[in-house]
């Protein structure tokens, strides 16, 4: 079984800005696409960011464009999800997500191993 370890999750008031970090064992991160996801309240788990294996490239859902960045650093086993003018519809539980492959994924079963969610809850 793969760990992923998430942290990053808090409270902020719209505007504002959070990170999230997400590290997994190497055996696991090296080589493979990572994902951001996340589950509002009362609704289903949804795609918000992937990354592919180097870090090239990137894909995001239409709502977080411009306003939050995945990235990676292979050197660490961490992936990040900066979140930058937050809004309260934001809120939700965030999962981090380990693909089977290289690629940037943006389906859920695409992805192997997944973190235990923190959760983000922006204010108005």
């Known amino acids: 079984q793969v760990q992923l370890v998430e942290s990053g999750g808090g409270l902020a008031e719209a505007g504002r800005s959070l990170r999230l970090f997400c590290k997994a064992q190497?055996?696991?991160?090296?080589?493979?696409?990572l994902g951001w996801f996340r589950q509002p309240p009362g609704k289903e788990r949804e795609f918000v960011a992937a990354i592919d294996w180097s870090g090239g490239s990137t894909y995001y859902a239409d709502s977080m464009k411009g306003r939050f960045t995945i990235s990676r650093e292979n050197t660490k086993n961490t992936v990040y999800l900066q979140m930058n003018s937050l809004k309260p519809e934001d809120t939700a539980v965030y999962y981090c997500?380990?693909?089977?492959?290289?690629?940037?994924?943006?389906?859920?079963?695409?992805?192997?191993?997944w973190g235990q969610g923190p959760q983000v809850t922006v204010s108005s």
């Open positions: 997500a380990v693909a089977g492959g290289p690629r940037y994924y943006t389906t859920e079963r695409s992805y192997d191993y």
């Open positions: 190497q055996r696991a991160f090296t080589g493979s696409g």
